[in-house]
């Protein structure tokens, strides 16, 4: 998701409450961060954060980091959650690939990318949020029984993450390519583009991945 730049996107955010602010300090501090000792879980590219922060307000137990690179998607994402009552969400602005600089390894519970950018040219590979190169980001933070969970309606970014996983060193331990009529669509919760490319007819694909 691209929007235009957003004239004083970078100085609201830098001044909001909901914010991680300095996030390279936070690594192995993220307990202090959110007070408590529950469960992290965090969402890579959650674009205007619909479905990071409705978990959040489902799952008061866990607590939720939303992970977006560009300031002006983020901003919108803050204008939501000004609106809303939680205590277990934060955002970032940073770029994924510096993950394993903000937590420490087992900080993390989960990673979700959702409807990730295809990046189809095959010279841009890496950049994919399913590439070897970033699950080698997530294996550094995760716990050891943690998961990568993906969803999106591009097919040919689903068959390679189904490939590039394992070559990873990764086991993908459920997949469908239809999620909304699958057992695994029980309780799935949409994200903006879900609900944009699921109206139009589009299957929604979805694989969850755990460590060999
Ligand atoms: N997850 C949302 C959804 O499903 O509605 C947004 C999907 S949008 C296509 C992908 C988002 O991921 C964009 O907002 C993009 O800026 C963000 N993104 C892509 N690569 C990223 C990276 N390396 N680090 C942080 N955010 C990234």
Redesign the pocket.
Do not use: C, H, P, Q
């Given at each position: 998701?691209?929007l235009r730049h957003i004239p004083g996107s970078e100085e609201e955010i830098a001044g909001s409450p909901y914010v991680v602010h300095s996030p390279f300090e936070k690594k192995g501090c993220w307990k202090e961060v959110f007070g408590n000792e529950n469960p992290i879980e965090i969402?890579?590219?959650?674009?205007?954060?619909?479905?990071i922060m409705e978990l959040a307000a489902i799952h008061p137990e866990i607590n939720y980091v939303g992970?977006?690179?560009?300031p002006s998607?983020l901003l919108r994402g803050l204008q939501k959650r000004a609106l809303l009552e939680l205590d277990n969400i934060f955002f970032m602005c940073?770029?994924?690939?510096n993950l394993a600089d903000i937590f420490a390894p087992g900080e993390v519970q989960k990673v979700y990318?959702?409807?990730?950018?295809p990046w189809p040219k095959d010279r841009h590979a890496k950049?994919r949020?399913t590439s070897e190169d970033?699950m080698a980001v997530y294996d550094q933070i995760l716990t050891t029984d943690g998961t990568v969970e993906f969803?999106t309606d591009n097919k040919d970014l689903f068959e390679y993450s189904l490939e590039s996983i394992p070559r990873a060193g990764w086991l993908v331990k459920e997949f469908t390519y239809d999620l909304h009529h699958s057992q695994m669509g029980e309780g799935n919760v949409m994200?903006?583009?879900?609900?944009?490319f699921s109206s139009q007819g589009n299957p929604i694909y979805k694989l969850i991945a755990e460590r060999k």
């Open positions: 998701m691209r969402e890579v590219g959650m674009g205007k954060g619909r479905f992970i977006e690179r560009y998607v940073v770029d994924a690939k990318l959702n409807f990730s950018d950049r949020l970033f969803k994200t903006e583009y879900e609900e944009k």
